[in-house]
T-cell receptor, first 115, second 112 residues
Framework: DAGVIQSPRHEVTEMGQEVTLRCKPI?????LFWYRQTMMRGLELLIY??????IDDSGMPEDRFSAKMPNASFSTLKIQPSEPRDSAVYFC???WGGGNYNEQFFGPGTRLTVL | KQEVTQIPAALSVPEGENLVLNCSFT??????LQWFRQDPGKGLTSLLL?????REQTSGRLNASLDKSSGRSTLYIAASQPGDSATYLC???????????FGGGTRVLVKP
């Protein structure tokens, strides 16, 4: 398996522009997570899905952030409009909820810089 | 209040020494605890996952223990090597949900 795939790996944009981050989870996994990592706040959960349905979006900073999962193999995280404080590394992770494991596997991340 | 804490934030040891990394959590309603490694500019690699019913897990030179009563997990790395230099993060999955709550990480440097 190729693991969790994220694109793009790096994104540089200007304040006010729309940014779309993409994620393909591991095949067969039914949970998908979006995390954000910054120096100040470390790793924080933004939102997660189970069977394509959003379960907990309490970590989404504000209305400028939105996430979708139209099918089991694809998810997007969109920021519109982007702001410099959104600069961070965004990780997607997936897991299988069966059994007692729930081990999460992370993608390589998207490094976002908003100028 | 930090739910998951890792102290120290940074650690430097000579090659060959055993590493002991600490993780404390405040919520005893732990479901699983997962240890990760992160190299600079890279993603997270899962090292070990300990279920709440387990006391420890081992993989090669790595051994992780879990003590729910004291709210602690420890990651031991035997005979450290320069290639072990990285940031190590622990994360808790609570019984009520599936999301990971991360500690701040311990940055490890193994000197040759």
């Amino acid at each position: 398996d190729a693991g969790v795939i994220q694109s793009p790996r790096h994104e540089v944009t200007e304040m006010g522009q729309e940014v779309t981050l993409r994620c393909k989870p591991i095949s067969g996994h039914d949970y998908l997570f979006w995390y954000r990592q910054t120096m100040m706040r470390g790793l924080e959960l933004l939102i997660y899905f189970n069977n394509n349905v959003p379960i907990d979006d309490s970590g989404m900073p504000e209305d400028r952030f939105s996430a979708k999962m139209p099918n089991a193999s694809f998810s997007t995280l969109k920021i519109q409009p982007s702001e410099p404080r959104d600069s961070a590394v965004y990780f997607c992770a997936s897991s299988w909820g069966g059994g007692n494991y729930n081990e999460q596997f992370f993608g390589p991340g998207t490094r976002l810089t908003v100028l | 209040k930090q739910e998951v804490t890792q102290i120290p934030a940074a650690l430097s040891v000579p090659e060959g020494e055993n590493l002991v990394l600490n993780c404390s959590f405040t919520d005893s309603a732990i479901y699983n605890l997962q240890w990760f490694r992160q190299d600079p500019g890279k993603g997270l690699t899962s090292l070990l996952l300990i279920q709440s019913s387990q006391r420890e897990q081992t993989s090669g030179r790595l051994n992780a223990s879990l003590d729910k009563s004291s709210g602690r997990s420890t990651l031991y790395i035997a005979a450290s090597q320069p290639g072990d230099s990285a940031t190590y993060l622990c994360a808790q999955i609570k019984a009520a949900g599936n999301k990971l709550t991360f500690g701040g990480g311990t940055r490890v440097l193994v000197k040759p």
